[in-house]
């Protein structure tokens, strides 16, 4: 058999009427097409529950395996301890799963198991028992295969995705996928998180994908859009779209609502037969390779001098001189720079000098891309393999002007500068989730390791940004 079906879902505690208490009849339409979704999942009597949760075990470069037969847990951390799940996980399916991705080397598995980790998370529990209060008469809970995301890109979480599927047909399961996760965090400023202006774009791109199947949408929405957001279920998408590759999908888009500044969407696949156009992986691989070509078309010179010297240093581990041919304004100006690097839409590394350092700007740029590429200490070294995958912004400083106070600020407009005695901590401006001066300040002093009661002297400088 194999994956019969799957459905994106929610994981609001207050949906529960135990938690909410009444309050959860403000997202009735979500109640409403959660049973429905739960229902259609259980007619087709699956042996197995696949689901993915931000809330499980969470690594920045691993995707946990939950291991081990039974779990259990309640909703004590909502006052609701009174409500209780208990997990059968499928073991077999488990080790299956860990096996493969063994055998290729891809990172996921069964390390950091503690005793907790067989605990399920709400992410985990809120699907279930909606599972659990559907279930027929006389039908007993199927097993449960529970796997956490990871900080690592939409190809990796894909593709886990498509070794999930694998699994499951070598075994013969029927199985059902749940990618369990709400969309943004901040739809509205009453709200717990607060508002974001990207919240109510990110969530009407992501039910539009959902919605009409369009997964390679989902793969390829703006980081910083989704970043701002604060969205939660994104990559348990990913993870949802790799298992149903090259797979018919009839998608349905049966709820989305907001209400309490969270956004709630049941999206619901009905599968069919294979269908080779379904190839999302690999129309992955064809979009991010056309995007990086007109990100290399579009780089000017001081980015193209950035990306060259640390090509250069990580290949060969040699500094390459000034080249003959860059604009003479390099060479005749002295500025303070700072190189940043992405990759796949995520910082990589970031160095500067606030000041000038070195005789003129080229050789500000040549050294200062090289320490961002190997010694920002938040970071590993980029490697050889990475280079390819790399996006890098230049940023030339204007000479730091000291500030009366906080108002003589502006975010978008001006960097900051914070410093208490030889300490100092310096932001950016118009960096992707700062919106306001308190924040600047605030990550600022924090980067300075400087405590938010101590007296300080403020800087603001502007910058030449370079993409």
């Known amino acids: ?37 739960m229902k259609r999942a259980l007619a087709l009597q699956p042996d197995t529950i696949i689901l993915t949760s931000p809330h499980a075990e969470l690594y920045a470069d691993y995707f946990h395996i939950t291991p081990g037969r039974v779990g259990c847990g309640d909703f004590s951390a909502f006052r609701a301890p ?18 493969m991705a063994s055998q290729e080397n891809f990172p996921a598995g069964f390390l950091g198991v503690r005793q907790q980790t067989l605990t399920p998370d709400h992410g985990t529990m809120i699907p279930l028992d909606f599972l659990r209060r559907n279930l027929p008469e006389g039908m007993a809970m199927p097993h449960v295969l529970r796997l956490s995301l ?23 399961r029927r199985a059902v996928f749940i990618a369990s ?24 791109a992501a039910c539009a994908a959902l919605g009409s199947g369009d997964f390679l949408s989902l793969l390829t929405l703006d980081h910083d859009m989704c970043e701002g957001a604060a969205e939660c279920g994104l990559r348990s998408f990913w993870i949802m779209a790799g298992a149903l590759a090259r797979r018919e999908v009839h998608p349905e888009l049966l709820s989305y609502e907001g209400p309490f500044g969270v956004g709630y969407g049941v999206a619901y696949f009905t599968l069919g037969g294979e269908d080779a156009s379904r190839n999302f992986g690999e129309q992955l691989i064809a979009y991010e390779k056309k995007k990086m070509a007109e990100i290399r078309e579009r780089e000017d010179s001081l980015v193209r001098l950035a990306r060259k010297s640390l090509e250069s240093f990580v290949r060969s581990h040699t500094r390459i001189p000034v080249p003959a041919d860059v604009p003479s304004e390099l060479l005749s100006r002295q500025a303070g720079a700072f190189v940043s690097i992405k990759k796949d839409g995520a910082l ?20 200062n891309a090289i320490s961002a590429g190997t010694q920002d200490p938040r970071f590993d070294s ?27 600020l502006d ?57």
């Open 1 to 37: 058999m194999a994956i019969l079906a799957a459905m994106a879902v929610p994981h609001p505690p207050i949906i529960l009427h135990e938690i909410g208490k009444g309050e959860e009849r403000r997202i009735q339409k979500t109640i409403d097409a959660y049973n429905e979704a």
């Open 82 to 99: 009174e409500v209780q799940v208990e997990v059968t996980y499928d073991e077999e399916l488990a080790k299956t799963l860990e096996a």
């Open 150 to 172: 990871s900080g690592l890109s939409n190809r990796e979480h894909y593709h886990f995705g498509e070794l999930i599927r694998e699994a499951v047909d070598s075994l013969g």
């Open 181 to 204: 996760g709400d969309l943004s965090h901040k739809l509205l400023p009453e709200g717990p998180y607060g508002f974001a202006k990207e919240g109510p774009v990110f969530d009407k």
């Open 348 to 367: 990589r590394g970031c160095i500067g000098t606030f000041l000038p350092t070195r005789r003129n700007l080229a050789e500000e740029i040549l050294q």
């Open 382 to 408: 980029v490697q050889e393999s990475e280079l390819d995958s790399l996006v890098y912004d230049v940023d030339v400083l204007t000479e730091p002007v000291p500030v009366a106070s906080p108002k003589e």
């Open 411 to 467: 975010p978008k407009r001006y960097g900051v500068i914070v410093q208490a005695g030889d300490r100092r901590g310096l932001l950016l401006p118009d960096l992707a989730g700062v919106d306001t001066v308190e924040q600047q300040i605030a990550i600022a002093r924090k980067k300075g390791n400087i405590n938010d009661r101590e007296p300080v002297q403020l800087y603001r400088f502007e910058v030449e940004r370079h993409v």
